[in-house]
């Protein structure tokens, strides 16, 4: 199985609403990505975790919350989201190498959560 | 910063024709990816070349690097009209324990039957 899926698809919320964001892969990479990408521009790195702990955080705002529960499961939870935020939000994985070597693979993506803030 | 720029932004060719796309960047990187994204969708992964490496082939693709210039190029040749999509250059560069990928700004392609 080489597919990273996410959940939902699409998402509308409103500015006082709280919500999460799914991903899940079965590739068995310890690696998992949050990007940000909006209309007509390249994606955005958000969030790395490496062995299900975060590893980088690219001083993304307190409103965006990621937890990885396990080695195939990412979530981005959501809460006080401005209407800025409405993007495309991209899930990758990846394979790393033995625990603290850096690798520098490719990345498998998922086809993204189309979130609306209102 | 973008750390790779691609040019150019847009290109419309007709089917059968070669496409080259072009990407710089701006520091050392350990190497550079080629991904395609159709519209709205997640990205596809094309093509890896490492900072080692001048040139690589992957079917119908095509992709050099010179490091010394600190840019790269896509060759798509005998485009079809399912080749229509934006396409960027990503450069991977160590973070501590891991590596992060920055996409340039991409380059959307037309492919015309």
């Known amino acids: 199985d080489t597919e990273v899926t996410q959940t939902p698809k699409h998402l509308v919320m409103g500015m006082t609403n709280k919500k999460s964001l799914k991903c899940e892969q079965h590739m068995g990479h310890r690696a998992m990505y949050w990007y940000k990408q909006k209309a007509k521009k390249p994606p955005e790195l958000m969030f790395v975790y490496s062995y299900e702990k975060l590893s980088i955080n690219e001083s993304v705002p307190s409103r965006f919350s990621p937890e990885c529960p396990n080695s195939s499961l990412l979530n981005l939870h959501l809460h006080a989201l401005q209407p800025e935020d409405s993007a495309l939000y991209l899930c990758?994985?990846?394979?790393?190498?033995?625990?603290?070597?850096?690798?520098?693979?490719?990345?498998?993506f998922g086809p993204g959560t189309r979130l609306t803030v209102l | 910063s973008q750390q790779g720029e691609e040019d150019p932004q847009a290109l419309s060719i007709q089917e059968g024709e070669n496409a080259t796309m072009n990407c710089s960047y701006k520091t050392s990187i350990n190497n550079l990816q080629w991904y395609r994204q159709n519209s709205g969708r997640g990205l596809v992964h094309l093509i890896l070349i490492r900072s080692n490496e001048r040139e690589k082939h992957s079917g119908r693709l095509r992709v050099t690097l010179d490091t010394s210039k600190k840019s790269s190029s896509l060759l798509i040749t005998a485009s079809r009209a399912a080749d229509t999509a934006s396409y960027f250059c990503a450069t991977a560069r160590i973070s501590g324990s891991n590596y992060k990928l920055t996409f340039g700004k991409g380059t959307l392609l037309t492919v015309n039957p």
């Open positions: 990758a994985s990846s394979q790393v190498g033995l625990r603290g070597t850096p690798t520098a693979n490719e990345q498998f």
